[in-house]
């Protein structure tokens, strides 16, 4: 479906079935340069076992309009404004990467609009290095490149996708070289340029799942678990072998983290 947030209009995935805002509901939140599409296997299980379901591109990505946001506390608001668009009180927002950022600065800034959090492939900081971000700052396919290579594991590279016939390293690339330029870019700047996690960790005190790969080399899982200490009611799960992007790579693993 597609919303009028904060006056620009954004494409909200609902998982196959309409939103409702007298269901429970759950906000999916995408790491840097990615989009919906990273959720749908999780938004549909979801919106078939009794809750509402908001899949937004961030402005800027996939199929949403407006430049991209250019901190993490921009898209906090933008996540607590879409939750005002779509008629919903509050939301359990479940956020990957850049993505579990948004989601732990909207519980901070929005306490009343989020009553549980689960924080996948995060860290406290999420530095990102030169080369990467002069690569992504002038539209550079090396980017692309090094975000796919080092964000899947390492059986992810040697095929281990779930779905016969599918190539999870050629899948995370199309989505990437969909991005307008400079978006990318703007996703690793905030993330680089992001320094309150610990401060805004502090601040949550809803029910918290911190879920991390053990191989994860984007996130490492010994910085995951840093930030799930400074956050009052949370619980880590660390899945064996598996890299950053847990969603592919993990499917099942991550739904029952998410739902146990």
């Known amino acids: 479906m597609n919303l009028s947030v904060n006056g620009v209009d954004a494409f909200v ?6 939103f409702d805002a ?30 509402s379901v908001l899949v937004p591109d961030l402005p800027g990505h996939g199929r949403s ?12 608001d933008w996540i607590a404004g879409l939750l005002t668009a779509a008629g919903a009180a509050k939301a359990h927002l479940i956020g990957h990467s850049m993505g579990s950022l948004i989601a732990l600065e909207t519980s901070a800034r929005h306490p009343d609009k989020v009553p549980a959090l689960s924080l996948i492939g995060t860290a406290a ?17 090396a980017a692309i490149d090094m975000v796919s290579i080092w964000g899947l ?35 690793l700047n905030a993330c680089n340029s992001y320094q309150d996690a610990l401060t805004a960790a502090a601040k949550v005190s809803v029910p918290t799942t911190v879920i991390l790969g053990e191989r994860d080399m984007m996130t490492p899982a010994k910085a995951g678990k840093a930030l799930a200490a400074a956050i009052p009611n949370a619980r880590t799960i660390v899945l064996p ?11 099942d693993e991550l739904l029952a983290a998410l739902t146990g």
């Not at 309009?65 to 906090?76: R, V």
Request: net charge neutral; hydrophobic share 45%.
């Open 241 to 251: 072998g598996a890299g950053h992007m847990l969603m592919t790579e993990r499917p």
């Open 153 to 187: 594991g390492f059986a992810a590279e040697l095929g281990g996708s779930l779905a016969p016939g599918l190539w999870m390293h050629g899948g995370a690339q199309r989505v990437l070289q969909h991005c307008a330029p400079g978006v990318l870019y703007a996703d």
């Open 125 to 141: 900081t999420m530095t990102v290095g030169p080369d990467l971000l002069k690569a992504a700052e002038a539209n550079d396919p």
């Open 13 to 18: 995935a609902t998982g196959g079935r309409e």
């Open 65 to 76: 309009a407006g430049p991209p946001l250019k901190s993490i506390t921009a898209m906090a």
């Open 22 to 51: 007298k269901q429970p509901a759950i906000v999916l939140i995408h790491g840097a340069g990615f989009d919906h599409s990273t959720w749908a296997l999780h938004s549909r299980w979801f919106a078939h076992h009794g809750f």
